[in-house]
């Protein structure tokens, strides 16, 4: 009987420099007479108090502050694996594989004193530091045997996983030049420490049949159990059925001359989600905070003891075609729901807490996915061949107990409801710019008793205006193309991607689109279909700078089509020839030259 032990370590490490995003806000927001360099080419320092001119509504200069601060980051991972093999009889076999890990990684926010705004005189410096852990172990027996023309195989075992993460930090001001420890800050001085634990437990099987290598039933059940949940709602029982008929192996298309091969087949399983990390279902206290120089508890976390599983119902049938030996298409068709969803909900204002963890509502998940693969030319020197894939999917929302409003950063909301579509905006609808006054306009509905809109008309009153639904972020489809060219040794291959029908709100537009709201703030060059408005009876797309209250509020006006099509990647490749490879004593060596992300076809307005 055969054993194999076999263990692997791998050791990785990374190193490099990250930014603050306020960096990048300044430059894209300063004026682009503001020169961030004096004669000498020195960068030079910008406060409200500058002897010279700054344009700019923001007195910083980011080139001043890159120059004068630092963001660096490190760390390394360590994987080892040890996997055993044991085959016990001929049909019998165990196979264990395990893996511990650590990981640890440090990040710095460094400021001289130097730097203009909050920081300067002080300098400010912030560590932190994170040590993950864990391990993971599936311990398995399978079997696999045929009698006559059946085939039975399957396994059942028992999987182990655990983990803990450990976040160390501080941060403080009055740094002396030149330092940047914290043993040295000799103000505003905070620490901060904590951990995260988790830990799973799966008991697993699953039993395959076939007949005549034409049909083909597979069942599992596997039961997992988390640490995420309490006791008596910890474990989730999870199965799962399919069957298949390999078509082309029956008698009368064995000998087809169009079809090479044909499997239809389908599936209902169910599977489980529990990732919302430690201690969600407890009532929790903080004691992050002080009280006459003591730790003092706060609350923060409203119990939840039945908190459980989020389930994900999954029913899907397709087929996998092929013909004439040079087309092969797969076709997918689906209906999942996702229930229990693990939500943060809304309580009542009573209760003290805006949200607290719960399952409630379901997702309905649907759509049909098509992947085409063709030879189109098949020539002694030349080939051509093309896939092609598309996903149309909807999202649909279930069983909520009451509508609710999401509102997020910068006052963007989305509405969940019974009904609706996942990530669905919910704004007023800009109406465009009075041609009389050139004052912005948004869309007010009027409604009757039970609700049902009866009319629509435009306000020039923000606060009138109607929230509505107005687009979900995700899209109606999506898909890709590779072509892939061959002429002898050479290659040339295309890959696109595509989307169409998400929804974007472009919410840099609001500053650099602002109407003159903010006019020391830069601004983009309009497109040629927009026009500002400039006299009663003008037409046009942007209101008068002179009354153009409340237009950068949230409204359609900055909600846009998504939709783009992308060069993702261009290769030319050369493969050396046999000759050649002959003489180096190798088996193959190709050159390349690739570009990505080469251009992106779009008519989104921002960034």
């Given at each position: 009987h055969k054993i194999n032990l076999t263990n692997t370590i791998n050791l990785s490490g990374v190193q490099g420099k990250s930014y603050d995003y306020n960096d990048i806000y300044y430059s894209f927001l300063n004026l682009p007479w503001d020169n961030p360099y004096d004669s000498a080419g020195n960068a030079v320092y910008v406060d409200g108090n500058s002897p010279f001119k700054w344009w700019s509504r923001d007195k910083v200069n980011p080139v001043h502050t890159i120059q004068n601060s630092d963001h660096p980051y490190k760390g390394f991972d360590v994987n080892y694996d040890v996997n055993l093999s044991v085959g016990i009889t001929p049909w019998l076999s165990f196979a264990s594989t395990n893996r511990v890990s650590a990981a640890y990684s440090k990040s710095s926010s460094y400021y001289s004193g130097l730097v203009a705004g909050q920081y300067h005189g002080t300098g400010y410096l912030d560590d932190q530091s994170t040590l993950n852990y864990g391990g993971i172990s599936n311990n398995l027996l399978k079997f696999d045997f045929g009698f006559g023309d059946h085939r039975l195989s399957g396994l059942a075992g028992i999987a182990l996983e655990g983990g803990k993460s450990e976040y160390l930090g501080g941060s403080g001001r009055g740094l002396p030049f030149g330092?940047?420890?914290?043993?040295?800050?000799?103000?505003?001085?905070?620490?901060?420490?904590?951990?995260?634990?988790?830990?799973?437990?799966?008991?697993?099987?699953?039993?395959?049949?076939?007949?005549?290598?034409?049909?083909?039933?597979?069942?599992?059940?596997?039961?997992?159990?988390?640490?995420?949940?309490?006791?008596?709602?910890?474990?989730?029982?999870?199965?799962?059925?399919?069957?298949?008929?390999?078509?082309?192996?029956?008698?009368?298309?064995?000998?087809?001359?169009?079809?090479?091969?044909?499997?239809?087949?389908?599936?209902?399983?169910?599977?489980?989600?529990?990732?919302?990390?430690?201690?969600?279902?407890?009532?929790?206290?903080?004691?992050?905070?002080?009280y006459n120089s003591q730790s003092a508890a706060t609350p923060l976390q409203l119990a939840s003891p039945g908190l459980t599983w989020e389930s994900k119902h999954q029913l899907n049938v397709g087929f996998d075609l092929s013909l004439f030996k040079r087309i092969a298409l797969t076709v997918d068709v689906y209906n999942n729901i996702t229930k229990n969803l693990l939500l943060q909900v809304s309580q009542p204002l009573s209760v003290g807490f805006e949200t607290r963890w719960e399952n409630s509502g379901d997702i309905q998940n649907k759509g049909i996915e098509f992947t085409l693969s063709t030879k189109n030319i098949q020539a002694r020197n030349f080939a051509w061949n093309t896939d092609f894939n598309i996903s149309f999917n909807s999202n649909k929302l279930q069983n909520l107990p009451a509508d609710f409003v999401k509102t997020g950063s910068w006052a963007l909301s989305q509405i969940y409801r019974n009904g609706g579509n996942l990530y669905e905006f919910y704004m007023p609808v800009w109406d465009g710019v009075n041609a009389q006054t050139g004052g912005p306009m948004w869309s007010k509905l009027t409604k009757d008793a039970n609700g049902n809109v009866t009319g629509k008309e435009s306000t020039s009153n923000y606060a009138d205006a109607t929230l509505q639904e107005v687009g979900s972020a995700l899209p109606k489809y999506q898909g890709g193309i590779t072509n892939t060219f061959s002429y002898k040794n050479f290659s040339f291959s295309v890959n696109a991607y595509f989307l169409y029908g998400n929804k974007v709100y472009s919410n840099n537009l609001r500053f650099v689109m602002n109407d003159g709201n903010e006019p020391y703030y830069n601004q983009i060059v309009l497109p040629s279909d927009y026009k500002i408005w400039t006299h009663p009876g003008d037409i046009a797309t942007n209101p008068s700078p002179q009354n153009s209250a409340n237009a950068n509020e949230p409204s359609t006006r900055y909600l846009k089509d998504g939709s783009f099509l992308s060069i993702r990647n261009i290769t030319l490749a050369y493969s050396l020839p046999a000759s050649v490879l002959k003489r180096l004593k190798t088996e193959g060596i190709t050159l390349s030259v690739s570009a990505d992300n080469v251009y992106t076809f779009t008519k989104f307005l921002g960034q």
């Open positions: 330092l940047r420890v914290l043993n040295v800050v000799s103000s505003n001085l905070s620490v901060n420490g904590y951990y995260d634990q988790s830990a799973i437990l799966s008991y697993l099987s699953q039993l395959n049949y076939s007949y005549q290598n034409k049909y083909f039933v597979t069942g599992s059940f596997r039961v997992d159990g988390s640490s995420a949940f309490q006791k008596n709602k910890r474990y989730g029982s999870f199965p799962a059925i399919s069957a298949g008929w390999l078509a082309s192996n029956e008698n009368f298309l064995k000998s087809s001359g169009l079809i090479d091969f044909l499997k239809i087949r389908g599936g209902y399983g169910i599977t489980g989600t529990q990732d919302i990390g430690a201690s969600r279902y407890l009532g929790l206290y903080s004691l992050a905070s002080q």
